[in-house]
């Protein structure tokens, strides 16, 4: 007669799912996002009350993903791949322009960036094609990956979106990597790229060379492309060791950092935690990622192992990249800082990430 | 499902797994070095810049300084009045949003056109005011519609005004924007930082000499502001000081009634006191009204005073240069004294000319004045005494003394624009003129100079200034407008010390004889009329200067015949035996000396003297002269000027305010009307 739901059993067959390292970490990495996005965003468009909504929202997803057992990614690997490049092709055909570039494709009620999808379906294409095609003979397994790895890449540098471009073809190009690509490739594929780079130069927009001239000297633009970096350094720099203090931080409350919500956030960060808060900052993706690699270490196949490497490392390069641009030593492109940045995008890509390596790790035992 | 088996192919993962993370662990190496490079060993460079992004120095303009006159009255102050002023980085498009503003508030063209001129030289952030001096109703108005008009405000501000109007207008000068020249001026005083937040400094005048005096030091407020310049809060404020006081010599009241005393008449009058050289009213008519200047005069306003035919904006009594006329003969005698060149009792047999070689120089009065001793010769106004006077002299004896008397040379009155007028000699043409037959002087030449014409030609305030030289027995102060100079804050009040400029060597027999004669002048002469009945004794000289064509160009408006009419010119000083007041006095082509400018004297003296304020202008309107008094001048002064001596020697006398170009064929020719 008790109908009565088993409390217990529900959460246990939820939780039994949950990297609790992981998780952790990322709600660790979450407050300090949510904290930062308020700071950043209080005195003017409040922002904090939706990206704790998008925060809801992504975790549950991760949840989610987190229960579907590997095999069954393996199986929607290649559905998803290809999916996503459709959408790519149409983005390129019927795409929206906005600020100039071709990034989305109406669905009539909202707006979709199939780009996003890349970022997951990339990885998981990439790691079934290693694991399936393991003991080709090298040639025509790299062939094979490269054709993987280049078109969805080249069609999203081509809208232009530099930042996914590089996050997606690092996630496939890290796959490759681990697959045991030999160091001669590598060395000759790096050498062959600094040889074409002059060239590449000339198919870079106007704005992203400017961006990568600005980064030798901001000064060169200080309003324009260069006032970015100029800015996020000073507040950086003045930060100093102990920061100014929750939201104490002048440059960004006096609006002198652009983006401070969204690309640069880490800014705002820097200036009100000073070099503490940035070393703990990098240590916790530190920890995000030693525990990523010691999913995939565990991992029991060639599809798992490849698959979590992928993704821990794509979480390295989002905020290597990010940290970077905003201190100065990279080209602005367009990669958040993960779990801090506002938007639920990128959240919601970089919990399916979690999702799927909570899902490798938790599988495990129980195969 | 291919299981991991194979040991290498574990090995070589776990291999790749450690290589990417010695990667990873490098590249977050190199992060928190950059971070520590930032936040710690750049660290200070980086305060100093986000503290200058987030702080600026927002000046505080002091008051200014104050003027008053002699007495204390209040003559220059500053009043706040509304301005409705514009941010241009913070409204949309300028045009609509003036459109718009133009519905609440009247805004008119002018104002538009001001606008956009001041918009050109201004920074975007700069607050640009479009309209000045709202009224209250206007400022309601604007208040309740406000929300619709962002960068849009109402402001405060301080502005110059003169509450005695017109008055003065020419000794206080008037306020204007700062200009590019203004700006090196202030560089060159090492006074930038201290304008960084003036927008209005002096332009002419005391406004303009004594401007580092009144301007004070600026204050300074640190703001926070925000990335889009705007100011967030106060932080510090280091208050301004107010600039100092100028205390003036000028009695305001006297300076009205002299002014009064002009009506519509142009002129110029200086008043001395010559015990000290201070300055008690200094007239030029027709004057203007500086407070149109205050806030940037309006083009409208300035073409009227620029193209005006009367010139309001000269300051006659500094910058115009006339020919003295017969107001010269009393320091002539009294040069002619002090040379030995005449005694008192001395006579001419005048026979109403003079001859040199061929050349006759006529007196006004036909048949002559008979036995011409040195008093009557100024009582009488006699040209043919001073005809043989110079000619016994000769110019450089005539320009030695005359240039101890201040002629030809600068007083050094504390205004600009004084011009030096003309000292002639042999020295002053040879300097004048390039060609040689030009730089020769011509003994005829000296005749005319006897009795104020030819190359003569001297600024009233250095008629006044040889006036209250004689009237003080030879010695001269520097003619001054400001008196002492007090500090607000101090209250300390600095005295601005006499300077002794002229010390003429004369004896006190002969001061005696020249004062006895201009006191005959106003008993006996040509001054009668207009000092009959005075309850002091006024001594004085009437002159009559010609007007020849030289500023035709200026002139060739319908009034040329009037303005081709003679100057009228009165010197005096009163009381004769301790005099207090000593001026020089033109009323331009008013036609005939005792006419015009002594009534003038008469008033300005009444009232210095007496208290005595003048029911109106004194009599005599230029054009409409009263017949008998004419008649007199016709008598005794008419026609001071040989004009067939003027054409013989071809030598035109410079005419007020143009100065002599280098060579006579240069000058315009009269045109005709």
Known sequence: ?367 | MAHFEDRDASQKFQGRLSTASVIMLIAFFILVLRFFWLGVVQNSYYTTRAEDNRLTLVPVVPNRGLIFDRNGVLMATNTSAYTLEIVPGRVGPIDQTIEELSKVVTIEGKDKRRFKQLLREAKTFESIPIRSRLAEEEVARFAAQRYRFPGVEVRARLFRSYPLGETASHALGYMGRINTKDLERIDEEGQAANYRGTDHIGKAGLEQRYEFEMHGVSGFESVEVDAGGRGIRVLSRTPPVSGNNLNLTIDAKLQQVAETAFGKRRGALVAIDPENGEILALVSMPTYDPNLFVDGIRSDDWDVLNTDINKPLLNRAIYGAYPPGSTFKPFMALGALATGKRTPQQAISDPGYFNLGNHTFRDDKKGGHGMVNMYTSIVHSCDTYYYTLANDWGINGIADFMGQMGFGSKTGIDIDGESRGILPSEAWKQRRFKRPEQQKWYAGETISIGIGQGYNSYTMMQLAQATAILANNGVGYKPHLVRSISDVRSGGVREIPLEKTHEVALKPEHIEVIKNAMIGVNKEGTGTKAFAGAKYVAAGKTGTAQVFSLNGGNYSHGGTKEFLRDHALFIAFAPADKPKIALAVIVENAGFGATSAAPITRQVFDYYLQGIVPKGPAPDEPGEPVPELRDMANYVDHQDDDYDAQKVLNTPTPGPFVRMPASTQALPVRKKP
């Not at chain 1, 940035?278 to 196949?301: C, D, K, P, Q, W």
């Not at chain 1, 919601?348 to 899902?359: A, N």
């Open chain 1, 1 to 367: 007669m008790s109908r009565s739901i088993n409390w217990r059993g529900f959460v246990h067959a939820w939780s039994v799912h949950i990297d609790f390292p992981l998780f952790r970490i990322t709600m660790l990495l979450m407050a300090g996002g949510l904290l930062t996005v308020f700071s950043a965003t209080w005195s003017g468009q409040e922002r904090m009350p939706s990206q704790l909504l998008n925060m809801a929202a992504a975790v549950c997803l991760m949840f989610v993903v987190a229960r579907i057992p590997p095999q069954r990614l393996m199986q929607l690997a290649w559905p998803m791949y290809l999916f996503g490049l459709v959408l790519l092709i149409l983005v390129m055909l019927f795409g929206i322009k906005v600020n100039g570039a071709k990034r989305w494709l109406s669905l009539g009620f909202t707006r979709i960036q199939p780009s996003e999808i890349m970022k997951i379906a990339m990885p998981l294409a990439m790691a079934w094609y290693f694991h399936h095609f393991e003991n080709r003979r090298w040639f025509s397994k790299y062939f094979g990956a490269l054709m993987i790895l280049l078109v969805p890449s080249a069609l999203i540098a081509k809208q232009p979106d530099l930042g996914t471009a590089i996050l997606v073809f690092s996630a496939g190009f890290y796959v490759i990597f681990l697959a045991g690509l030999s160091w001669w490739v590598i060395g000759g594929l790096t050498g062959a790229a600094v040889a074409v780079a002059p060239f590449a130069w000339n198919f870079l927009h106007d704005y992203q060379q400017k961006r990568i001239l600005t980064l030798i000297d901001p000064t060169s633009d200080s309003l324009g492309s260069g006032y970015h970096i100029i800015q996020s350094t000073i507040a950086i720099g003045s930060g100093g060791v102990i920061g100014k203090g929750y939201m104490s931080g002048t440059q960004a409350q006096l609006e002198f950092i652009p983006e401070k919500h969204t690309d640069f956030i880490f800014a705002v960060f820097a200036e009100e935690w000073g070099m503490i808060g940035n070393v703990i900052l990098v240590i916790l993706y530190g920890f995000l990622i030693e525990r990523g690699l010691r999913i995939s270490l565990r991992a029991s196949t060639t599809f798992n192992r490849l698959l979590a490497g992928s993704i821990t490392m794509g979480f390295f390069t989002y905020a290597f990249v990010n940290m970077g641009m905003v201190s100065g030593i990279l080209p602005v492109v367009g990669v958040p800082l993960p779990f801090i940045s506002y938007g639920g995008t990128a959240l919601v890509t970089l919990c399916t990430g979690l999702g799927i390596l909570m899902s490798i790790e938790t599988h495990r035992t129980n195969r």
